[in-house]
């Protein structure tokens, strides 16, 4: 490996970034800016794409299989969560064939309920952690809000990063956070997620990419799905190149995550054509990429259903948690 960004002007190798602060700032600082027309071009282009019906199919089966199954109300019950633990495990109980789910996503409190239901499956088990969805808490609230959860067995870990403190300039307070919500996960998988909608341009969401990946975040992750604006598809393809370009560089491949207004299978087969276009087929695994989604599940199996019998079924037909 050389230590040498293969990106234009950038000459700070991220094992440097990540010992000083200095050479963080250096890195964000010299990473390209964005071409905002030619992202959303980009995206839109590859949003027209066309797949015939064997690969929608293919690609119906890998959505649902990359897919976190999220319930994340104040209403949540225990018995919610073990329906929906059901339903991640086994998606169509009449159609054996469908895949399960990457993972189920609840609150640090609701992680031993998932994990108990789900036990002797490959469905994982995420919480959302440090303050979830808004990360105003001390970091010691944070590490405690993630200690609990992967005391109570959760795999992996969906931290928000500290957005004022990220707009404000505040990068090595952001970094450390993370690096040390990342040792509090001990073995369990680290998704960061950068909140995008209010990080307000394409150049925030590289630089909080970056700094993200330097820090050691398994995954990069869109947003909380509590705000006005997620995923987008532009967003995506700034992360997507993010971890195509970090891993070109440092030979480590890490994930990307989409989250929130993900609804239909349509939207969701274009995150995959962009996943494939973008970083290539080898993000194309629930270990490089998912997608965080509630309702999604439910116009999948219509689409599955539509596709193995001809007929449009009825939403009712479809177990719902």
Same mark, same amino acid.
């Given at each position: 490996?050389? =230590?040498t960004l293969a990106l234009p002007g950038v000459d700070v190798d991220p094992r440097d970034a990540a010992r000083s602060t200095a050479a963080l700032r250096r890195l964000l600082d010299a990473l390209p800016g964005v071409d905002a027309w030619g992202v959303e071009k980009r995206a839109a282009t590859l949003a027209t794409r066309s797949i015939k019906r064997e690969s929608k199919a293919a690609a119906i089966d890998l959505a649902i299989r990359t897919m976190d199954l999220t319930t994340l109300e104040g209403a949540d019950t225990p018995r919610r969560v073990r =329906?929906?633990?059901a339903r991640a495990v086994r998606p169509d109980p009449a &159609?054996?064939?469908v895949p399960s789910v990457a993972a189920v996503c609840v609150y640090p &409190?609701?992680? %031993?309920? %998932?994990v108990e239901a789900v036990v002797g499956t490959d469905v994982l088990v995420a919480s959302v952690a440090t303050a979830f969805p808004s990360g105003r808490a001390s970091l010691a609230v944070k590490l405690a809000d993630t200690s609990e959860a992967v005391a109570a067995g959760a795999d992996? /870990?969906?931290m928000v990063i500290d957005r004022g403190a990220f707009l404000a300039g505040d990068v090595a307070k952001v970094f450390d956070e /993370?690096? %040390?919500v990342k040792e509090a996960c001990g073995d369990a998988h680290l998704k960061v997620i950068l909140e995008t909608g209010e990080l307000a341009t394409y150049d925030h969401v590289r630089r909080a990419s970056w700094l993200a990946l330097v820090a050691g975040a398994d995954t990069i992750k869109t947003s909380t799905g509590k705000t006005a604006t997620n995923a987008t598809l532009p967003v995506a393809v700034v992360m997507l190149e993010a971890v195509r370009d970090f891993a070109a560089l440092t030979g480590e491949a890490r994930g990307v995550k989409v989250a929130g207004g993900?609804?239909?299978t349509k939207e969701a087969v274009r995150y995959l054509v962009v996943v494939n276009e973008i970083a290539g087929p080898a993000w194309l695994t629930p270990d490089r990429f998912r997608i965080g989604a509630s309702s999604l599940l439910t &116009?999948?199996?219509l689409q599955r259903q539509k596709l193995t019998t001809g007929v449009y079924g009825s939403a009712d037909r479809v177990p719902i948690d």
């Amino acid at each position: 490996m050389g =230590s040498t960004l293969a990106l234009p002007g950038v000459d700070v190798d991220p094992r440097d970034a990540a010992r000083s602060t200095a050479a963080l700032r250096r890195l964000l600082d010299a990473l390209p800016g964005v071409d905002a027309w030619g992202v959303e071009k980009r995206a839109a282009t590859l949003a027209t794409r066309s797949i015939k019906r064997e690969s929608k199919a293919a690609a119906i089966d890998l959505a649902i299989r990359t897919m976190d199954l999220t319930t994340l109300e104040g209403a949540d019950t225990p018995r919610r969560v073990r =329906s929906l633990c059901a339903r991640a495990v086994r998606p169509d109980p009449a &159609d054996p064939r469908v895949p399960s789910v990457a993972a189920v996503c609840v609150y640090p &409190d609701l992680v %031993a309920t %998932a994990v108990e239901a789900v036990v002797g499956t490959d469905v994982l088990v995420a919480s959302v952690a440090t303050a979830f969805p808004s990360g105003r808490a001390s970091l010691a609230v944070k590490l405690a809000d993630t200690s609990e959860a992967v005391a109570a067995g959760a795999d992996e /870990i969906d931290m928000v990063i500290d957005r004022g403190a990220f707009l404000a300039g505040d990068v090595a307070k952001v970094f450390d956070e /993370i690096v %040390a919500v990342k040792e509090a996960c001990g073995d369990a998988h680290l998704k960061v997620i950068l909140e995008t909608g209010e990080l307000a341009t394409y150049d925030h969401v590289r630089r909080a990419s970056w700094l993200a990946l330097v820090a050691g975040a398994d995954t990069i992750k869109t947003s909380t799905g509590k705000t006005a604006t997620n995923a987008t598809l532009p967003v995506a393809v700034v992360m997507l190149e993010a971890v195509r370009d970090f891993a070109a560089l440092t030979g480590e491949a890490r994930g990307v995550k989409v989250a929130g207004g993900v609804r239909t299978t349509k939207e969701a087969v274009r995150y995959l054509v962009v996943v494939n276009e973008i970083a290539g087929p080898a993000w194309l695994t629930p270990d490089r990429f998912r997608i965080g989604a509630s309702s999604l599940l439910t &116009d999948l199996l219509l689409q599955r259903q539509k596709l193995t019998t001809g007929v449009y079924g009825s939403a009712d037909r479809v177990p719902i948690d």
